[in-house]
């Protein structure tokens, strides 16, 4: 038996700092979740003992990353580490063109002002709360065009974040190509559970839209899980390494919106690549108003140094292979207990179906939120809401958005906990499962009016 990336089912990193954490009690938990309004985006994170939050800037960075802050150049114009930022993207994405944004929605913002006019359409393989958010502000409508199983979550299937190109194709047919602002594929698919997006699928689109002069732009936030689950899964691509695929992946789209702390392995940062010199000169011209300079676009030197360290260690075999088997592992222990997940596991986390989870609560209960405040109770494990709470309203009935899936994320950020860590999720969410009768639902008693599940607040409904 020989140990390579293929194999490998321990963490393929040694740990050189720690970060203790904080074990609490029942009691206390039960104060902290009072007081966060039963919102875990609302509890302080000094209460949380293993934080599933999200994988959103709560990696772990190299050794060699911390190394890099320090050779940050913090020039105010024309930063030594922009151009490495700029190198690095060249090199592992294949876009001549970068933008640095102070996230992954500096980006979005820039390209939704600079591509739509208003009254047009941005078909995506399904909403995300940021994106869709932009393209709204910019006068878009968004449809969505992704296939009909990635709203399911029991639905199998290796790529159930393919684009359903008829879909796509009657938009354009009823819409016309003008009315097509561009199309946005993220790869993977975050609210389908990280479910990924097939390399036959990205050249069909390109193909389809390319002729008719339809642009099509990457949310390209875990294009490198995505490209892992190419190598594993699709024909082909076996022997590939998942930096040649990535740079595939990346040929079939005009540009694309980063957020640098998924990824690229950093803690803030993010960026606009792009093929075209014209989105780029107006890219440079928005992000003045509203980044800074087109040279850091909100990010300091040092972070762009540390993210162009994170964009070639992202691609390392060993590195991914693991982090997306250690979200399988986590994904395996419910399965096995018969815990509703959603299936296949996706690549940044394990998503809780809690319909069937909960099928005592109506989904005007908010379920999910209801789980989630449940775990975080039992065992101090943060986890997020996907479900009507995220979906948010619909601006022209009022009325809540009832989406299909109703999901507890338990979103694994990168290189910080060890497999021992999913263990400890994996107990704590089968107790909750065997008792799962006994969860009540929420009324929901504070609602902001955008992206109200950040602040929402609730109140637990009565026995
Ligand atoms: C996180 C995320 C974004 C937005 O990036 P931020 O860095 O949080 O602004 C966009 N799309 C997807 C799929 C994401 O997961």
């Given at each position: 038996?020989?140990?390579?990336?293929?194999?490998?089912?321990?963490?393929?990193?040694?740990?050189?700092?720690?970060?203790?954490?904080?074990?609490?009690?029942?009691?206390?938990?039960?104060?902290?979740?009072?007081?966060?309004?039963?919102?875990?985006?609302?509890?302080?994170?000094?209460?949380?003992?293993?934080?599933?939050?999200?994988?959103?800037?709560?990696?772990?960075?190299?050794?060699?990353?911390?190394?890099?802050?320090?050779?940050?150049?913090e020039?105010?114009?024309?930063?030594r580490?922009?151009?490495?930022?700029?190198?690095?993207?060249?090199?592992?994405?294949?876009?001549p063109?970068?933008?640095?944004?102070?996230?992954?929605?500096?980006?979005?913002?820039?390209?939704?002002?600079?591509?739509?006019?208003?009254?047009?359409?941005?078909?995506?393989?399904?909403?995300?709360?940021?994106?869709?958010?932009?393209q709204e502000?910019?006068g878009?409508?968004?449809?969505?065009?992704?296939?009909?199983?990635?709203?399911?979550?029991?639905?199998?299937?290796?790529f159930?974040?393919d684009v359903?190109?008829?879909?796509?194709?009657?938009?354009?047919?009823?819409?016309?190509?003008?009315?097509?602002?561009?199309?946005?594929?993220a790869?993977?698919?975050?609210?389908?559970?990280?479910?990924?997006?097939?390399?036959?699928?990205?050249?069909?689109?390109?193909?389809?839209?390319?002729?008719?002069?339809?642009?099509?732009?990457?949310?390209?936030?875990?294009?490198?899980?995505?490209?892992?689950?190419?190598?594993?899964?699709?024909?082909?691509?076996?022997?590939?390494?998942?930096?040649?695929?990535l740079?595939?992946?990346?040929?079939?789209?005009?540009?694309?919106?980063?957020?640098?702390k998924?990824?690229?392995l950093?803690?803030?940062?993010?960026?606009?690549?792009?093929?075209?010199?014209?989105?780029?000169?107006?890219?440079?011209?928005?992000?003045?108003?509203?980044?800074?300079?087109?040279?850091y676009?909100?990010?300091?030197?040092?972070?762009?140094?540390?993210?162009?360290?994170?964009?070639?260690?992202?691609?390392?075999?060993?590195?991914?292979?693991?982090?997306?088997?250690?979200?399988?592992?986590?994904?395996?222990l419910l399965?096995?207990?018969?815990?509703?997940?959603?299936?296949?596991?996706?690549?940044?986390?394990v998503?809780?179906?809690a319909?069937?989870?909960?099928?005592?609560?109506?989904?005007?209960?908010?379920?999910?939120?209801?789980?989630?405040?449940?775990?975080?109770?039992?065992?101090?494990?943060?986890?997020?809401?996907?479900?009507?709470?995220?979906?948010?309203r619909?601006?022209?009935?009022?009325?809540?958005?009832?989406?299909?899936?109703?999901?507890?994320?338990?979103?694994?950020?990168?290189?910080?906990?060890?497999?021992?860590?999913?263990?400890?999720?994996?107990?704590?969410?089968?107790r909750?499962?065997?008792?799962?009768?006994?969860?009540?639902?929420?009324?929901?008693?504070?609602?902001?009016e955008?992206?109200?599940?950040?602040?929402?607040?609730?109140?637990?409904?009565?026995?």
């Amino acid at each position: 038996m020989f140990v390579d990336s293929k194999t490998i089912n321990a963490e393929p990193y040694r740990i050189k700092a720690v970060e203790p954490m904080r074990v609490t009690t029942r009691e206390h938990r039960q104060e902290a979740l009072e007081s966060a309004g039963y919102n875990t985006f609302l509890l302080r994170s000094e209460d949380v003992f293993i934080d599933l939050l999200t994988d959103s800037g709560t990696s772990a960075m190299s050794d060699t990353q911390w190394a890099a802050l320090m050779r940050g150049d913090e020039a105010y114009a024309g930063s030594r580490s922009f151009y490495a930022l700029e190198k690095a993207v060249q090199d592992v994405y294949g876009f001549p063109y970068v933008v640095p944004t102070h996230q992954g929605r500096g980006a979005e913002h820039l390209i939704s002002q600079i591509l739509i006019t208003p009254g047009q359409y941005t078909p995506g393989n399904m909403y995300f709360t940021t994106t869709r958010a932009h393209q709204e502000l910019a006068g878009a409508t968004f449809v969505d065009v992704i296939n009909d199983k990635a709203h399911d979550p029991t639905a199998a299937g290796a790529f159930k974040g393919d684009v359903d190109l008829g879909k796509l194709q009657k938009l354009i047919d009823d819409v016309g190509p003008d009315k097509i602002a561009y199309v946005n594929v993220a790869v993977t698919v975050n609210l389908a559970g990280g479910q990924p997006v097939s390399m036959a699928n990205l050249r069909a689109v390109y193909e389809l839209c390319h002729p008719l002069g339809i642009l099509v732009w990457s949310d390209a936030t875990r294009c490198v899980e995505n490209a892992y689950f190419i190598q594993q899964r699709e024909p082909g691509y076996a022997d590939r390494t998942v930096a040649e695929i990535l740079r595939e992946m990346m040929s079939y789209f005009d540009g694309c919106t980063m957020s640098g702390k998924k990824d690229n392995l950093v803690n803030i940062g993010g960026f606009l690549a792009m093929r075209d010199e014209g989105v780029l000169q107006k890219a440079r011209s928005l992000v003045v108003l509203f980044e800074g300079m087109p040279s850091y676009g909100g990010m300091a030197g040092r972070d762009m140094e540390a993210m162009s360290v994170g964009i070639r260690e992202m691609v390392d075999d060993a590195y991914i292979a693991h982090r997306v088997r250690q979200v399988e592992y986590l994904g395996t222990l419910l399965d096995e207990e018969g815990v509703p997940i959603v299936k296949p596991i996706g690549g940044h986390g394990v998503f809780l179906d809690a319909r069937a989870f909960l099928p005592h609560l109506e989904q005007d209960v908010f379920p999910a939120q209801a789980l989630a405040a449940e775990l975080y109770l039992d065992s101090g494990v943060r986890s997020m809401e996907r479900g009507i709470v995220s979906a948010g309203r619909d601006p022209a009935t009022g009325d809540h958005r009832r989406p299909k899936l109703e999901l507890v994320r338990l979103t694994v950020p990168r290189r910080v906990y060890t497999d021992r860590h999913m263990e400890v999720v994996a107990d704590s969410v089968i107790r909750l499962y065997r008792r799962r009768s006994e969860i009540r639902g929420l009324a929901m008693v504070y609602e902001p009016e955008t992206l109200r599940f950040f602040t929402a607040r609730f109140a637990p409904l009565g026995a």
